[in-house]
């Protein structure tokens, strides 16, 4: 006899066959679809849900129910997109379940969070007992790329009402209060063209981007000095280079794309600022260096909740009536929750599946852990003591 998939899962499975790649990769489309899924769930269930338009045929799916204290309400949010399908070594939009994981795109980034949100909201909807605050639910788009999706939300979010915000992202159940932010841009050395066979007749961009590349080595350096107690050093990555037209030119352009993440307490102006001042070093040191700092392609600011704040100490207690013991902790990746802690909102990282799996060729989740994320969303979102945030600590 075949044991019928909990219900959270059979959603899991649904959301991973619908293909939710970001449009701004290959292979990528708009999330439209899976907002059609998300939209029907609710009004399956006679949830009240609305969209927010954030670009053409990309829209943010918002569900609530209401509660006891109307002025106030908790923010549950999870990502719609995912990453390209690209190098997969397994079909990424036909769900799988072996030895207990279920395997597919976005499996663990992130519609397991998202399946274990939207199911704990329409519980909680169904029970005869009223939660103590309104709660919301939002699906986002462009988490993967820029973010569009949450900032738009916040937009229009009045801040002073929410209690907190609690985001779904791989944790392996544990809760994330504090996170890296980050700062991309593009460094770009110019030289003058000249044939190979008389190079002295030019300026080559490459090697004049050996000295900013050597410089900046130098510098990292220094980023062991810049540490956080739950998240470890800020880190500098030269991820993409660019440079030449064909092997007989001396090339007269070259570019490197840089990736720069954020403590708290840094900022992305301060942080670029100082690699502008690398760079003048660089060309003040040697004069046929030309180097070009280009504004910031992306920037997300650090994410650092108080530990002993309410809505994580009340996070800490529903897991430990679980019997899910986990304490708050920090991880080095990005995600919409900074977004929630600009605005002066508490917030919270929290979702089934190991971020080592984001991502990878052969993506999955942990199924018990989809299946334990479900219950502690539910009694987060019943939680009487999260309404004691107001209080301090």
Request: aromatic fraction near 6%.
């Given at each position: 006899?075949?044991?019928?998939?909990?219900?959270?899962?059979?959603?899991?499975?649904?959301?991973?066959?619908?293909?939710?790649?970001?449009?701004?990769?290959?292979?990528?489309?708009?999330?439209?679809?899976?907002?059609?899924?998300?939209?029907?769930?609710?009004?399956?269930?006679?949830?009240?849900?609305?969209?927010?338009?954030?670009?053409?045929?990309?829209?943010n799916l918002i569900a609530s129910i209401p509660g006891r204290d109307r002025h106030?309400?908790?923010?549950?949010?999870?990502?719609?997109?995912?990453?390209?399908?690209?190098?997969?070594?397994?079909?990424?939009?036909?769900?799988?379940?072996?030895?207990?994981?279920?395997?597919?795109?976005?499996?663990?980034?992130?519609?397991?969070?998202?399946?274990?949100?939207?199911?704990?909201?329409?519980?909680?909807?169904?029970?005869?007992?009223?939660?103590?605050?309104?709660?919301?639910?939002?699906?986002?788009?462009?988490?993967?790329?820029?973010?569009?999706?949450?900032?738009?939300?916040c937009r229009e979010l009045v801040a002073e009402s929410c209690v907190v915000a609690?985001?779904?992202?791989?944790?392996?159940?544990?809760?994330?209060?504090?996170?890296?932010?980050?700062?991309?841009?593009?460094?770009?050395?110019?030289?003058?063209?000249?044939?190979?066979?008389?190079?002295?007749?030019?300026?080559?961009?490459?090697?004049?981007?050996?000295q900013v590349l050597q410089a900046l080595e130098h510098d990292n350096l220094e980023?062991?000095?810049?540490?956080?107690?739950?998240?470890?050093?800020?880190?500098?990555?030269?991820?993409?280079?660019?440079?030449?037209?064909?092997?007989?030119?001396?090339?007269?352009?070259?570019?490197?794309?840089?990736?720069?993440?954020?403590?708290?307490?840094?900022?992305?102006?301060?942080?670029?600022?100082?690699?502008?001042?690398?760079?003048?070093?660089?060309?003040?040191?040697?004069?046929?260096?030309?180097?070009?700092?280009?504004?910031?392609?992306?920037?997300?600011?650090?994410?650092?909740?108080?530990?002993?704040?309410?809505?994580?100490?009340?996070?800490?207690?529903?897991?430990?009536?679980?019997?899910?013991?986990?304490?708050?902790?920090?991880?080095?990746?990005?995600?919409?929750?900074?977004?929630?802690?600009?605005?002066?909102?508490?917030?919270?990282?929290?979702?089934?599946?190991?971020?080592?799996?984001?991502?990878?060729?052969?993506?999955?989740?942990?199924?018990?852990?989809?299946?334990?994320?479900?219950?502690?969303?539910?009694?987060?979102?019943?939680?009487?003591?999260?309404?004691?945030?107001?209080?301090?600590?």
């Amino acid at each position: 006899m075949t044991v019928p998939m909990p219900a959270v899962l059979q959603t899991l499975a649904d959301l991973i066959r619908i293909n939710s790649v970001n449009p701004n990769y290959e292979s990528g489309v708009p999330e439209a679809d899976v907002v059609d899924y998300v939209e029907a769930f609710f009004q399956q269930r006679f949830i009240k849900t609305w969209r927010q338009p954030v670009e053409p045929h990309r829209d943010n799916l918002i569900a609530s129910i209401p509660g006891r204290d109307r002025h106030r309400k908790m923010i549950f949010e999870a990502h719609m997109d995912t990453v390209s399908v690209d190098g997969m070594t397994i079909p990424p939009f036909e769900p799988v379940v072996r030895a207990g994981r279920m395997f597919g795109r976005g499996a663990c980034d992130t519609k397991s969070g998202l399946a274990s949100m939207m199911h704990a909201l329409a519980d909680v909807a169904a029970s005869s007992v009223s939660p103590p605050c309104d709660l919301w639910f939002v699906a986002t788009v462009d988490e993967e790329f820029a973010y569009r999706g949450v900032a738009e939300f916040c937009r229009e979010l009045v801040a002073e009402s929410c209690v907190v915000a609690v985001v779904a992202e791989p944790t392996e159940l544990q809760p994330v209060v504090a996170s890296k932010g980050l700062i991309r841009w593009v460094i770009e050395t110019t030289g003058k063209a000249a044939h190979s066979a008389k190079p002295h007749l030019g300026v080559n961009a490459i090697t004049s981007m050996v000295q900013v590349l050597q410089a900046l080595e130098h510098d990292n350096l220094e980023l062991s000095n810049r540490s956080h107690p739950l998240l470890g050093n800020a880190t500098c990555n030269v991820g993409v280079i660019r440079g030449g037209v064909q092997v007989n030119l001396v090339p007269s352009s070259c570019q490197v794309e840089v990736d720069r993440r954020l403590l708290p307490g840094e900022t992305s102006e301060l942080v670029f600022q100082h690699y502008q001042n690398v760079v003048d070093e660089v060309m003040l040191k040697y004069p046929q260096v030309k180097a070009i700092m280009h504004p910031p392609m992306l920037t997300d600011l650090p994410l650092e909740t108080p530990i002993d704040c309410v809505p994580v100490q009340a996070m800490v207690q529903v897991l430990n009536e679980l019997g899910c013991h986990r304490e708050p902790a920090g991880m080095p990746f990005g995600s919409d929750a900074s977004k929630f802690g600009a605005l002066g909102i508490p917030s919270l990282i929290f979702g089934p599946g190991s971020i080592d799996q984001a991502h990878t060729a052969n993506e999955f989740v942990d199924c018990q852990q989809v299946l334990t994320s479900h219950q502690v969303y539910c009694s987060y979102m019943r939680s009487e003591s999260v309404l004691n945030a107001d209080a301090g600590s």
